[in-house]
Each structure stands twice: as structure tokens, then as C-alpha cells.
């Protein structure tokens, strides 16, 4: 499926990324996740950026007929990306029809603009569209403020777990899977 530029307002849009982008989006992703979360890598998160954004692992999730994969404009400027999944389900879902937001990644200099809640309401309208039943994620539990976050966004915790990663430093493996149900709007 060929995704098309989606205009939120007149500031912010959304770029489908082609894997002839694969590199930018590699080299944004350095400047991007590496600043907020080094300090949960042993090598400062230089193996995951390069085993998440490589070709590879981009045309991968690129072909999935349910991604949806986007760099994100501000003011003609790309200050990061979203990727999420229709159809999605985690592990014992009820509900076949739900939704991962499985990456939303915003230049740090653009936090507190409202940029992200933006792209969470974008997210929530695509999924409703969609039939969707809810909207999951995975985050780290100990990003407080990312949990704020979203817990603002109406999303709640529905169970904690481990990351198994040897490349993480063991005390930053917790996670928490949360959801948001969409039934409920």
C-alpha cells in the first residue's frame, strides 16, 4: 500500500518514509533517541538505533501491509518520526482489532509544543477509521515523564514486563505495556 502525506494543521504533517530514506531516518534516529535514552544501553544505544533503523530491518517493517511508517513535519522541518500498526494484537489480547503505536520519536528541542499529543490524536482517528478496538504501546518504566504523557492522553498501565535485551543495562529493563480503549469514546 502506497501511504500519502497526511496534513494534521497547518504547522505539522506527516511524510510516508520510503526505504530510499532508510539512511536519513538512520541518522535522525542517532540524533533523535541517543540524547534521552543512552543511559539505558551499555553502548549508548548505538547497537539498538543501528539494529532498528538499518536497511534491512526498514524494508521489513516498511512491506507490513498494516504499518504505517512517517517522518513528521513541524514548520517544513522533519523533527522525527511515527510508526504505528493496525491489527496489532499483544500478547493475551482479547482483540484482534487493535492497535501498536510502535514508535513516536520527536526531535527533543520540540517537546512541550504539543507536537506529540497531536500525533496521539492522529493516531486515536486512524484506529477509529480502521475499527480498531484500542491503541497499545510499549514504554520504559522509567521514563516518568513519557509516562505522564500518555497517561494524560487517557492511556493506563496494563501490565508491567521485562525487556530482555543484553545490550541494556540491566536496572533499565522494566517496561510497561499500556493501552488506550477506544470503545470508550
Not at 520510503?18 to 543511559?39: A, N, S, T, V
Not at 534491512?56 to 501491509?65: A, H, I, R
Not at 504501546?137 to 521514563?143: A, F, R, W, Y
Not at 504523557?149 to 505495556?177: A, H, Q, V, W
Amino acid at each position: 500500500m502506497m501511504l500519502k502525506p497526511a496534513t494534521i494543521n497547518d504547522k505539522l504533517r506527516l511524510l510516508p518514509i520510503g526505504i530510499d530514506e532508510q539512511e536519513r531516518l538512520r541518522r535522525m534516529m542517532h540524533l533523535i533517541y541517543k540524547p534521552i535514552y543512552r543511559h539505558l544501553w551499555k553502548d549508548d544505544g548505538e547497537a539498538y538505533v543501528e539494529s532498528q533503523y538499518n536497511k534491512d530491518q526498514v524494508l521489513t517493517e516498511l512491506s507490513l501491509p498494516n504499518a504505517r511508517y512517517y517522518f513528521v513535519e513541524y514548520k517544513s522541518e522533519v523533527v522525527g518520526m511515527l510508526r504505528f500498526l493496525f491489527d496489532c494484537p499483544y500478547e493475551k489480547s482479547p482483540n484482534l482489532n487493535t492497535t501498536k503505536l510502535h514508535r513516536i520519536y520527536l526531535d527533543p528541542a520540540t517537546h512541550g509544543s504539543g507536537i506529540g499529543s497531536q500525533l496521539i490524536d492522529y493516531v486515536f482517528e486512524q484506529a477509529i477509521k480502521n475499527n480498531q478496538k484500542s491503541v497499545w504501546l510499549e514504554c520504559m518504566d522509567t521514563q516518568e515523564p513519557a509516562i505522564r504523557f500518555y497517561k494524560k492522553k487517557g492511556f493506563y498501565i496494563e501490565r508491567p514486563f521485562t525487556l530482555d535485551s543484553p545490550t541494556m543495562n540491566k536496572e533499565f529493563r522494566g517496561m510497561y505495556l499500556m493501552k488506550y480503549d477506544l470503545e470508550a469514546c
